[in-house]
């Protein structure tokens, strides 16, 4: 039972971390757009569609990588922040880089924008804290068995 309700738990850090992370990447993403004044207040319809796409992105392409990163934390029990947080980068980062060509001639990556790797490496720290904050305090504690208090002497 402690099992079922802890995969539960991590589905929805999972769904929250990824909710944060797209709202993030849609904000910077299009953050040099809402600077600039000629273009009056936005569309809060769009604005929800455009959040929600990015969860939609943020899911599936970190789907993966997230659940290599639960899974180990959970393994060994790792509850430290900065791991959390340190997971959320290299995720962050390979879903973006699992977008960018890559040459293997040259053995590098093709058409790497700096502002929307730091972007996705952003989100992914943010998502990993956040991910840490729900599910992550927690790794590894469904396994703890319950031990019962010694019995009391006899009189």
């Not at 899911?59 to 290599?68: D, E, K, M, R």
């Not at 093709?110 to 790797?117: A, K, L, P, S, W």
């Given at each position: 039972?402690?099992?079922?309700?802890?995969?539960?738990?991590?589905?929805?850090?999972?769904?929250?971390?990824?909710?944060?992370?797209?709202?993030?990447?849609?904000?910077?993403?299009?953050?040099?757009?809402?600077?600039?004044?000629?273009?009056?207040?936005?569309?809060?319809?769009?604005?929800?569609?455009?959040?929600?796409?990015?969860?939609?992105?943020?899911?599936?392409?970190?789907?993966?990588?997230?659940?290599?990163?639960?899974?180990?934390?959970?393994?060994?029990?790792?509850?430290?922040v900065l791991a959390y947080a340190l997971g959320g980068a290299v995720v962050g980062a390979a879903c973006y880089l699992s977008l960018v060509p890559y040459?293997?001639?040259?053995?590098?990556?093709?058409?790497?924008?700096?502002?929307?790797?730091?972007?996705?490496?952003?989100?992914?720290?943010?998502?990993?804290?956040?991910?840490?904050?729900i599910a992550g305090r927690n790794a590894g504690a469904w396994r703890a068995s319950s031990r019962r208090p010694p019995p009391l002497p006899p009189r």
């Amino acid at each position: 039972m402690a099992l079922i309700l802890r995969l539960f738990v991590i589905a929805l850090g999972f769904l929250a971390a990824c909710l944060v992370a797209g709202t993030i990447i849609v904000v910077a993403v299009l953050f040099p757009e809402f600077s600039d004044l000629g273009t009056g207040p936005v569309d809060q319809g769009v604005f929800q569609i455009l959040i929600a796409f990015g969860f939609i992105f943020v899911s599936g392409f970190a789907l993966l990588p997230a659940s290599i990163i639960a899974l180990l934390t959970e393994a060994f029990s790792i509850r430290s922040v900065l791991a959390y947080a340190l997971g959320g980068a290299v995720v962050g980062a390979a879903c973006y880089l699992s977008l960018v060509p890559y040459d293997t001639d040259a053995w590098q990556f093709n058409g790497i924008v700096r502002r929307h790797m730091e972007i996705m490496t952003g989100a992914g720290i943010v998502a990993g804290l956040i991910y840490w904050m729900i599910a992550g305090r927690n790794a590894g504690a469904w396994r703890a068995s319950s031990r019962r208090p010694p019995p009391l002497p006899p009189r």
